[in-house]
C-alpha cells in the first residue's frame, strides 16, 4: 500500500488544507492515486475524499458566480408578486389613447407605454401580464395614487400642483389650449366669446387655468362643464357651446376622428402650454428610474421619433391623417433625453 492513503484523521486535514491553500492539483493528484490504488478500501476512501472536497471546490465556485438580485420595493414588488402590471388609458384623447374599431386601446402613449413595460419585464426578469382600465380626466389621480392603476398612458399634464401628488415620465408631448368652433362662427380668439358659452373638461388642467384667464380679461365669458371630451364636443356639435377649449392636438385629433370634419376649426392664439407625460405613483424611485432608462432607450434608438410619424404624420385608423411635424421645442426635449442630432 502506498503511504499516506489510510484515511485517518490526518490525511482528510491534509486535503482540506490543501483546499485552503488553493492547492487544487495536489488535490486532484492524490485523489488519481487513490482511485488507482484499485479496490484497496485505504485507496477507494481516499479517492472518494479528493473527489467529495473537489465538487466542493466546484460548487462553492458556482456559488460565487451567481448574481445577487437586490429585492424590488415599492411598485416593482406588488407587480414582481402578481406578474401583473395594471395600465390606465384614456377612451377618446386621439392620437395619444383611444378605442379602435374593436374597444382596444391604442395610440401614441399607448406605444411609448408598451416600451416602458418591457423595461419593466426586464427589470423583473419575468414576464407581465398587462390589465388595461379606463381612466377619465377626473379619477386619474385618484386611481394612480390608490394604486388601482401602475402607469397611467394618455394625454395628462405634468404640472407643478400634480408633482406634489404623482410622479411623471419624461416629456413625451409639447402642446398648449386653443379653441374648437363651428366653421362660420366667426369666432377667431377667445375675445370673440365675450357673452357666449365655452365647454371645459372637468378634471383638466383648462377647468381651472381659462376661467382665471377669462375673469383676467374682463370677458364675460359663461363656462359649462363636461365629464369627458366627447362630452364636450358634442355640445359645440349640438349648439349648447360655441366653443370648446383644449389642447390643440387633441382638437385636431377629435375632428379627424369625426364624419364631419371639414365643419369644425380650431382657432386662436395659445391659451395654456403643457407637456404631456406618463403618470404614476410619488416617491417610487426604482420604477422611475425604469421609466427613465426606458425613455433613454427609445430617444437612443430613434424609435420615439418612428412612434411619433406613425400617430402624427400618418393615417390613423379611421384613414385620417393628422399630419403635424414634430416642432423644433419637441426634438430639443428628445434631443435631452438622448435622440441624435440629424
Known sequence: ?????????????????????????????????????????????????????????????????????????????????????????????????????????????????????????????????????????????????????????????????????????????????????KRGSGIRSIRDLKGKTMVLTRGTVHADAIPKLAERQKLGINFIFANDHNESFSLVVGGKADAFANDDIQLHGMIAATSSAADYRVVGEFLTYADYALMFRKDEPDFAEVVARAFGRLAVSREITAIYEKWLLRPLPSGVRLNIPMSPHLEHVFQLQGLSVD
Not at 414588488?77 to 377618446?92: A, C, D, F, L, T
Not at 399607448?110 to 388595461?132: A, N, P, S, T
Open 1 to 181: 500500500m502506498e503511504p499516506g492513503y489510510w484515511i485517518d484523521g490526518m490525511t482528510a486535514n491534509r486535503f482540506r488544507a490543501a483546499r485552503q491553500r488553493g492547492e487544487n492539483d495536489q488535490i486532484a493528484e492524490d485523489g488519481r492515486r487513490g482511485c488507482a490504488a484499485g479496490s484497496s478500501w485505504p485507496g477507494i476512501r481516499a479517492c472518494a475524499l479528493a473527489l467529495g472536497l473537489l465538487i466542493s471546490i466546484g460548487v462553492a465556485a458556482q456559488r460565487v458566480e451567481v448574481p445577487q438580485v437586490a429585492a424590488f420595493s415599492g411598485t416593482l414588488q406588488k407587480i414582481h408578486q402578481s406578474g401583473v402590471i395594471r395600465i390606465g388609458y384614456r377612451e377618446n384623447s386621439p392620437p395619444f389613447a383611444f378605442l379602435d374599431k374593436d374597444r382596444k386601446p391604442i395610440g401614441y402613449s399607448l406605444d411609448l407605454c408598451e416600451v416602458v413595460l418591457e423595461e419593466i419585464g426586464l427589470e423583473l426578469h419575468k414576464d407581465l401580464r398587462v390589465e388595461y382600465r379606463p381612466v377619465t380626466p377626473e379619477n386619474r389621480f385618484d386611481l394612480v395614487t390608490a394604486g388601482a392603476i401602475d402607469l397611467e398612458c394618455g394625454s395628462t399634464t405634468n404640472t407643478k400642483e400634480r408633482a406634489s401628488i404623482v410622479a411623471f415620465s419624461p416629456t413625451i408631448f409639447v402642446t398648449g389650449a386653443k379653441l374648437l368652433v
